[in-house]
């Protein structure tokens, strides 16, 4: 099983095709999506081709594809257009013998860990900055932003693959790779 990881999408059409372009290029299973999806947020700038209905429709079209958790500029209005839950603060996967938990960031992050076992791995998004960090045998991973990265990180998505996972910018090219 393949699975892409998208976060911050934050109502770009533009970036949310890109996001489906990757689904396709990578031959994905899933696409996990970290919240912040439709609404831009009121401290970031306006994303290239902002749409959140354009990206709503979009979305809704691999819906049975789609694992999403809440970003903390979702809300339930994003909810009532969108074919797949999204109000969850965090939604877990069982792959490979580890638990994949899957978050935003504006509650659950690397200064405020669920409790993991041995192996397991935390997604998020929220800060829009690439960050890996290895604690013991678990792993914290945040891929930036599709949309919005900060502090020079490219456009970015992820894909996990076995027991690697690749941080790639929005043209397919490898930022980071880890075996977990």
Do not use: W
Not at 48 to 66: H, Q, R, S, T, W
Not at 100 to 120: M, S
């Amino acid at each position: 099983m393949k699975i892409l990881f998208v976060s911050d999408i934050h109502g770009s059409l533009y970036y949310a095709r890109k996001g489906i372009e990757a689904l396709n290029n990578e031959e994905a299973d899933y696409i996990v999506l970290l919240g912040d999806l439709l609404y831009h947020g009121a401290r970031n700038p306006l994303p290239k081709d902002y749409n959140p209905g354009e990206v709503a429709n979009l979305l809704n079209k691999f819906a049975d594809k789609i694992i999403a958790v809440r970003g903390n500029c979702d809300s339930e209005v994003d909810q009532m257009v969108l074919d797949f839950p999204l109000m969850s603060d965090y939604s877990t996967i069982l792959y490979k013998g580890r638990r994949l938990f899957l978050t935003h960031g504006h509650v659950y992050n690397v200064d405020n860990l669920p409790k993991l076992g041995q192996a397991d791995v935390l997604f998020y998004g929220h800060t829009h900055i690439n960050r890996v960090i290895k604690k013991d045998n678990t792993y914290a991973i945040n891929l930036a932003s599709i949309t919005l990265p900060k502090e020079d990180n490219p456009h970015s998505y992820g894909v996990m693959k076995d027991n690697r996972f690749t941080i790639k910018d929005i043209e397919g090219k490898t930022i980071d790779e880890i075996t977990l």
